[in-house]
């Protein structure tokens, strides 16, 4: 969770993380600044939330608030009601619980997560 005031003057790098989470075509490096959890996530080519985290998390969709911004790739992310979007290069995203998600194209997809790292591919 985001806290409201920053306290210190700290900067980490992605490249040497405090945990790496690898579940199949998974990587999901975590670091935290200012008591805030963030979270690299990268989705190989091929990569679908029902095949690499549901077999993680034992759930019948991703129950994580997703808060980030799409550095590369595509992601098209499907709700339980039918309705979806497709997350590109240079945007940022929200995406409530209840959802599904798969990599497009031949490019990885990478985001920079705000809000879920604490908890996404965990398992539980």
């Not at 080519?45 to 998390?57: D, H, L, R, Y």
């Not at 992310?77 to 590109?88: F, H, K, L």
Request: with cysteine; hydrophobic share 30%.
């Amino acid at each position: 969770m985001l806290t409201t005031v920053v306290q210190k003057l700290e900067n980490k790098s992605f490249d040497n993380p405090e945990e790496k989470r690898r579940p199949p075509k998974t990587e999901v490096d975590i670091v935290s600044v200012s008591d805030n959890t963030l979270g690299r996530f990268t989705f190989e080519p091929g990569w679908s939330w029902s095949e690499s985290i549901k077999p993680v998390v034992h759930t019948d969709s991703c129950q994580n608030n997703h808060l980030g911004y799409c550095v590369a790739g595509t992601l098209n992310v499907e709700m339980e009601d039918g309705s979806s979007a497709t997350i590109r290069a240079g945007e940022a995203y929200s995406i409530p619980p209840g959802h599904q998600a798969r990599v497009e194209g031949d490019e990885a997809f990478v985001g920079l997560e705000f809000m879920s790292a604490a908890s996404y591919a965990k398992p539980s």
